[in-house]
């Protein structure tokens, strides 16, 4: 390919809506996507009352969501003022759906947020990058003023504050029989990594059930960020030992 005809491809590439790129990759490969391991769930038995997204940004992993259980309700947690009307026409699709701006922490009030797109987050007190002042609340407090939503499924994306929020959500984490999480490999920047992330949700009462690869390092092409799946240890989707459904897996060989 011609340096003339990359360029085109490039720039084609990016005028291509990402649901439609992604939809053509499942078409033509084994694509193990969210959309893929959240069916994985849905083959395996698990039926959500209803979700939660924290740091929808978007909506895109709602619309994810949606694609396997298009009529379960989602709450959509975002801070951001610019996607709060974005957010509700996505929020209109499925009955019972909210969007909620405040940022998920362990303590209700307000809190800086660093503006940064699809990264943004709370910002730490030694942070110097443009924010704004945003209301901050508990997935407690959120709940308890919703007595007639019952999510069984958690997503957390939100760069690094991820515990926090589940630090927020002492009388309510054992409603969720699924967390979601993106959790980091490599410590860039001060963030919790796997291994202390897995120790907190074995503490919490849950397994890591799943994961997807999601980011790779520029510098070193190694394994930076992935999603995570935990499951809560009494769920049926940890219930079984067996390999599948004939007796030819590792333990027959």
């Known amino acids: ?5 990359d360029r085109m491809w490039t720039a084609m590439k990016r005028l291509l809506p990402a649901e439609w790129k992604a939809s053509m990759k499942r078409r033509m490969f084994v694509v193990q996507d969210m959309r893929a391991r959240l069916a994985n769930l849905k083959r395996a038995g698990f039926t959500p009352g209803g979700a939660i997204d924290g740091g929808a940004y978007r ?6 969501f949606w694609a396997v259980w298009p009529e379960v309700p989602v709450l959509l947690v975002e801070p951001q003022p610019d996607c709060a009307k974005g957010l509700a026409t996505v929020a209109a699709r499925v009955p019972g ?10 303590r209700p009030g307000q809190v800086r947020f660093r503006l940064g797109e699809s990264n943004s987050a709370i910002a730490g007190e030694a942070d110097g990058s443009p924010s704004i002042t945003v209301e901050a609340n508990t997935l407690d407090r959120l709940l308890a003023r919703r007595p ?5 499924l958690l997503k957390l994306d939100l760069q690094g504050f991820e515990l926090h929020a589940l ?3 002492t009388s309510v984490m054992d409603r969720f029989e699924v967390v979601v999480m993106e ?3 490599l410590r860039i920047g001060e963030v919790p990594i796997l291994h202390e992330v897995i120790e ?8 890591l059930y799943d994961v997807i690869p999601q980011y790779y390092r520029p510098l070193d092409g190694a394994l930076w960020q992935v999603d995570a799946f935990f499951v809560r240890r ?3 989707l940890l219930a079984s030992r067996e390999w599948g459904p004939r007796d030819d897996g590792p333990a027959g060989r």
Request: glycine share 10%; proline share 5%; aromatic share 6%.
């Open 1 to 5: 390919m011609s340096s003339m005809e």
């Open 59 to 64: 909506g895109d992993w709602s619309r994810e």
């Open 97 to 106: 759906s909210e969007v909620v701006q405040v940022a998920l922490s362990d």
């Open 148 to 152: 007639g939503f019952s999510p069984n």
């Open 167 to 169: 630090r927020g959500a």
């Open 183 to 185: 959790v980091s490999i």
């Open 200 to 207: 907190f949700m074995e503490a919490a009462g849950t397994r």
């Open 234 to 236: 009494e769920s049926p």
